[in-house]
DNA sequence: AAGAATTTGTTCGTATGTATG
DNA sequence: CCATACATACGAACAAATTCT
């Protein structure tokens, strides 16, 4: 990494156009190819000052190239802690229990989910390609809470899920829940259990937000699922979800039948 | 801004605690407060340097707080140009109307179908993620069929399909499918019925193929869906495909039962 | 349980390189 | 060629979170 260094020596006579790529970049290279080879999913990499005494530049500079890492997914960091590498791709099984963090403990992940926000709705806000789900009970009643949560599976984010749920069913949601698991909550707390009705698929470039909390780059290509809950073997409609999740995290999957 | 550099002062006496944001993202939200406010889509900020000595801040934490601007897509950067505020996002338009839905069960199913391209492929060629899924047998004859289609609804391309196809249980797929449905034409010629073991589901840009068939914007947002087939009873894995298709064309959905 | 050590986070400063007009 | 503005890189210090002793 030195001789990109000695491209700042003041040597008149050198015509040297070397046209390298920065160093930050080259160290960000450096970084995934050792990861690749003698790191394992949740290892913690070298300290940032010793990765800079290693490659012969300021700690800064590793700091920005393991910036790069975190913008690929290759890692995650905590303040005190360290940065760590990052299980490869999960594959997460879409079935009708629409139950994430249970199903993500099961396969042996580490699970969680934070609310990121949370606000009562009047009806005529929600998009129209939620209220149509809701019946019209609920819609005279005119309002719905929006609650949005981060999920989490080994300290990546993965998934920005804006849940609309029917008040009329759940009527203090908005302030009993309190993170976790929603649908065990709601499970608990109102005797219902949900069960999943459908699901559309589609597709959307990550905004701003999305950007900033599944900390991924604006515009990288997200899975976004609209999933319909209702109360199990009732026809009614309680929540509504759409999720956006980074693909390069999380793989959904159906499986059909025969298993 | 300047209170907040106000807690780094050693005055003792004063058990501030104000657990303020990193400056950086207090300039990030007055940034973002006067690029609403007083800036059209088109003008340039303020340079680094003024911002700095505005804020009474290092010309390195404007930097940042721009960063945060530009990852929320606000602003655009350009080398020894300045900084300039971006037009208003253009959201990306779902058309409600004109959209298909379908399920996936009927996935593979369509009558529409021309050949974008075919052609046979060392088994060592394959994409990995394709490759998993079949077995050992088709993996020493060493081949698959790669096929590649493009699917229409009323006329509009919706849908770029890459079908690998085990040429073990397909002897001639390659040359003598021709267009309409695959699954059918298997059927009537090879007497296989297939079904759909799984689905991976996931989200891409559009690369320069992609846009140019399916008629939509380069690094637009695409649903890929992986399907993995194989004969009905069976274990025998025939068919892989890959499909991207336009969200804004065609709505998968997923029903559970009860239907 | 308290404190030391470690590690990442933030902020300042300074210097030089590179692209634009 | 020059002035300007962003890009990269070095150094130093302290803050905040976590872990270890």
């Known amino acids: 990494m030195n001789d990109a260094m000695s491209k700042r020596n003041t040597c008149l006579d050198k015509p040297v156009k070397l046209a390298e790529?920065?160093?930050y970049l080259q160290v960000a290279y450096q970084l995934e190819l050792d990861i690749k080879l003698s790191l394992k999913p949740g290892d913690l990499l070298d300290s940032e000052?010793?990765?800079?005494?290693?490659?012969?530049?300021?700690?800064h500079t590793v700091r920005?190239?393991?910036?790069?890492?975190?913008?690929?997914?290759?890692?995650v960091k905590q303040q005190g802690r360290g940065t760590q590498v990052v299980s490869n791709q999960i594959e997460y099984l879409l079935n009708p229990s629409g139950k994430f963090t249970k199903n993500l403990n099961e396969l042996g992940k580490t699970a969680h989910a934070i609310i990121v926000d949370k606000r009562i709705l009047d009806f005529k806000n929600v998009p129209i390609k939620v209220q149509r789900y809701f019946d019209e009970k609920t819609h005279d009643q005119g309002y719905l809470a929006e609650v949005v949560t981060l999920r989490f599976m080994e300290n990546v984010p993965v998934c920005l899920i804006h849940?609309?749920?029917?008040?009329?069913?759940?009527?203090?949601?908005?302030?009993?829940?309190?993170?976790?698991?929603?649908?065990?909550?709601?499970?608990?707390?109102?005797?219902?259990?949900?069960?999943?009705?459908q699901i559309n698929i589609s597709a959307t470039l990550a905004d701003g937000t999305e950007s900033m909390h599944l900390k991924c780059a604006v515009k990288s290509p997200l899975v976004k699922l609209q999933s319909i809950n209702r109360i199990r073997g009732s026809r009614e409609v309680v929540e509504v979800s759409v999720s956006h999740s980074r693909p390069d995290r999380l793989q959904y999957q159906i499986d059909f039948k025969g298993e």
């Open 21 to 23: 790529k920065p160093i």
């Open 163 to 197: 849940h609309y749920l029917s008040l009329a069913h759940l009527p203090d949601i908005h302030t009993s829940y309190l993170g976790g698991s929603l649908h065990q909550h709601i499970s608990e707390r109102f005797s219902y259990a949900l069960e999943r009705q």
């Open 49 to 59: 000052m010793n990765l800079a005494e290693r490659f012969g530049v300021n700690r």
């Open 64 to 75: 920005r190239s393991i910036e790069q890492l975190v913008q690929a997914g290759i890692v």
